[in-house]
């Protein structure tokens, strides 16, 4: 056979085996096509407007030094403090006010972010952050939870998670024995679980993770009827391969095996996307392809990671957003992409850029996708910290205000609309039977409030009556969508038969019209108004039992009242817990709300804002704005043997000159991209040609080192440089 004959079977023979395995864009390259490796990727701007790059490593540094300062002083701080004498335990918010905590989310993020913008977190303002840590670690189910009292089972993302951040930081301060056999505990607790859930070698089979979670005590899966988490496949088969890597224990690059198919084998429609673990799967995929020789799908994994989609996703319309927001380009943010027009997180954005950064390493078609993608997050990032927008677009402006003057604790989420607005009563406007006996209108306008603040009435008798009539005055908003939200509690004092009903009317005369009745239930209650009422609106609540020979007189106690409608506000900075959900309805167009004082709670999230080395550790500007320098290796935990690896995306329509700092020894920049050297014996500073829309993966080998090749893999001075040559 001739060697042009032999080279087109070859060819041929490469696109029907990548196309048999589902990987179009292989098969794209093998035709010599161009394609998107990830096509969410090309709705985003080459260079999104306006143009405001935070210092994220500084940012990083200085959310260290608040969030663990002890002497902090002001509401809600500070945000760290010992649980004991010994100093062997903190506590700490998930969000700024919240009385709940702590949480390994939270703690062990900010334990791998100080460290991945090279702070020693185990002698940091003289503590050892890092066996801080260990009370996580749970022995009855073997692995690091989410609570230091908590049990496995819940959730499948908050029980993996923090075995995901616990073995990076035990990649980031090896050597510690006692952390090496939490490691192996488990690795060895999350492969039993595989077995349970079916995975095995004779006969052949995958586990199956359509679950909510998985219980590592009873070893049983466990389902809440609500939702099911397969991403939590894609988590555990990052910590067995991590775990194979270290104990070449060959149970865990098996169990890793499974999970990735068992990932892979889903139809395209049912992405197992839940929350933020599913990037784990991409990465391991593609070290996997390029370290083993294996050909999992990482095209199907990464486009899972971005693309929202309808049901059967397992978090419906839940991946990576685009577009801009009333001026501002958000692409790039992780969350959802339909929740009131979209709704971004600030720990699913780190999380994310942390995770896939390094994928160009062990794939470069994703280079170009990937250097893109994290140039809108960077700048579409800063939209989640108080100092990127007015008060007016933003919940907790005035605490960050006064207490955050860096503004280095991030909103948990950011929203293309504000939650609603919400008209609160403006008077208590008649009492024509029972009495107030304590608090007034001004009592109703927040829910929840700490101490509880509410509004009594109570029912007196009326002859052998016992009656109640009061009337609030609101003004109504002018829009088509408005609701009568009310949160009260009927006490009952003995009161047969009684109940609260609630009305309103335009006309202090009426004619009223009913809009719900209360009997014991405190729960939120809810009531649209219709379109063509407008001016004040007159809430009216009354006795229901007229009955006579009554002695006893009921209670309402009144939390909360508000007038909930649509806002015109974005994009707004918040989260979920100022605002409280009462109901939603018509697929989430119009949230029905009350809202909670910002003396009780603040919609500032530590445990978002603790993930954002992620970002401070891999990013940094160059010479060139726009233009990112992105460190490949900085959270490519337990890779093997690598030199300075750096990403490079130019998003200009020319040719741009970046600068290097290649240090004092001369060295041999090869480029991963166009499989070439771009400079040879170079030391210092340095410049590299970028073409127009173009990535390069510079790789910083030492000079005159020979390069082999061996199968797929392209070495220097004996160090793999590119997994695909």
């Not at 002497?71 to 969000?95: D, F, Q």
């Not at 993608?373 to 990127?388: D, E, P, T, V």
């Not at 927040?446 to 509410?454: A, G, L, Q």
């Not at 030492?702 to 160090?719: C, F, M, Q, S």
Request: some cysteine; overall charge negative.
């Amino acid at each position: 056979m001739n060697s042009t004959l032999s080279s087109i079977l070859q060819c041929v023979l490469f696109v029907v085996a990548t196309a048999s395995s589902g990987s179009a864009a292989y098969a794209a390259e093998a035709m010599g096509a161009s394609s998107a490796a990830i096509s969410r990727v090309e709705q985003m701007p080459n260079y999104p407007q306006p143009f405001a790059l935070r210092d994220w490593w500084q940012v990083t540094m200085n959310y260290l030094d608040f969030a663990f300062d002890f002497e902090k002083r002001g509401p809600h701080l500070p945000l760290v403090r010992w649980e004991n004498k010994s100093k062997t335990m903190i506590w700490m918010p998930a969000y700024v006010g919240n009385k709940d905590g702590p949480e390994s989310i939270n703690y062990l993020a900010a334990i791998v972010s100080g460290s991945l913008v090279g702070l020693d977190m185990r002698t940091y303002r003289g503590h050892d952050w890092v066996a801080i840590g260990t009370n996580f670690y749970n022995p009855a189910d073997g692995v690091f939870l989410d609570s230091p009292n908590g049990q496995s089972g819940g959730s499948f993302w908050y029980d993996v998670l923090p075995n995901v951040l616990f073995f990076q930081l035990t990649e980031l301060y090896p050597g510690d024995p006692a952390q090496e056999r939490r490691r192996q505990s488990v690795a060895e607790r999350w492969y039993q679980a595989c077995v349970v859930l079916g995975g095995s070698q004779d006969p052949p089979r995958l586990p199956n993770f359509d679950h909510t979670g998985f219980n590592l005590r009873t070893m049983k899966p466990f389902d809440n009827g609500k939702r099911i988490e397969p991403e939590g496949a894609a988590g555990i088969a990052w910590l067995e391969y991590m775990a194979w890597e270290n104990s070449k224990d060959p149970r865990f690059l098996t169990a890793a095996d499974w999970t990735i198919r068992a990932l892979e084998q889903k139809p395209i429609e049912a992405n197992p996307l839940y929350e933020v673990l599913l990037p784990y799967a991409a990465i391991t995929a593609a070290r996997m392809n390029a370290e083993l020789g294996r050909s999992y799908d990482v095209s199907k994994l990464v486009n899972w990671c971005f693309d929202p989609g309808p049901s059967p996703q397992a978090r419906p319309q839940w991946g990576v957003i685009t577009g801009n927001w009333n001026g501002l380009d958000v692409g790039g943010l992780v969350g959802s992409a339909t929740d009131g027009g979209g709704y971004a997180f600030a720990m699913n954005t780190f999380q994310y850029a942390g995770t896939l950064a390094p994928l160009a390493r062990y794939d470069s078609r994703y280079a170009h996708d990937l250097g893109k993608w994290i140039l809108n997050l960077a700048n579409a990032a800063r939209l989640f910290y108080a100092n990127a927008l007015d008060a007016e677009h933003q919940s907790s402006y005035a605490w960050d205000s006064a207490y955050d003057p860096k503004s280095v604790i991030a909103y948990e989420g950011l929203r293309k609309w504000k939650r609603s607005d919400a008209n609160t009563a403006r008077a208590d406007y008649r009492t024509a039977g029972g009495k107030i006996l304590k608090g007034s209108f001004i009592s109703t306008r927040y829910y929840r409030e700490e101490p509880p603040e509410v509004e009594i009435l109570e029912e007196t008798l009326d002859g052998d009556c016992a009656r109640l009539e009061h009337t609030w005055e609101f003004d109504l908003p002018d829009c088509p969508e408005r609701f009568l939200v009310v949160a009260a509690e009927r006490v009952d004092q003995g009161h047969r038969d009684n109940a609260f009903r609630f009305s309103y009317a335009t006309n202090l005369e009426g004619p009223f019209t009913e809009a719900f009745s209360l009997k014991r239930d405190g729960s939120p209650l809810v009531k649209e108004l219709p379109a063509f009422l407008g001016g004040k609106l007159y809430v009216k609540v009354q006795s229901t039992d007229r009955s006579k020979g009554q002695v006893a007189c009921d209670q309402l106690r009144v939390d909360a009242m508000a007038i909930s409608y649509r806002s015109e506000i974005g994009p707004y900075a918040q989260g979920d817990l100022i605002v409280s959900f009462i109901d939603l309805v018509k697929s989430y167009t119009v949230p029905i709300v009350l809202y909670r004082p910002a003396s009780v709670v603040t919609d500032l999230g530590l445990y978002g804002s603790a993930h954002v080395g992620n970002l401070g550790g891999i990013l940094k500007p160059t010479n060139i704005e726009k233009i990112l320098r992105l460190d490949l290796l900085k959270t490519d935990y337990f890779h093997g043997p690598a030199y300075p690896t750096f990403l490079y995306y130019n998003p200009y329509p020319t040719s741009k000159q970046v600068e290097l700092d290649v240090g004092p020894e001369p060295k041999d920049v090869y480029d991963v991209v166009s499989k070439d050297f771009v400079l040879r014996k170079t030391s210092g500073k340095a410049r590299i040609t970028i073409p127009p829309d173009t990535a390069r993966v510079v790789v910083l080998a030492p000079a005159d080192e020979k390069l082999t090749r061996d199968g797929t893999h392209t070495l220097i001075g004996g160090v793999i440089v590119d997994y695909r040559n």
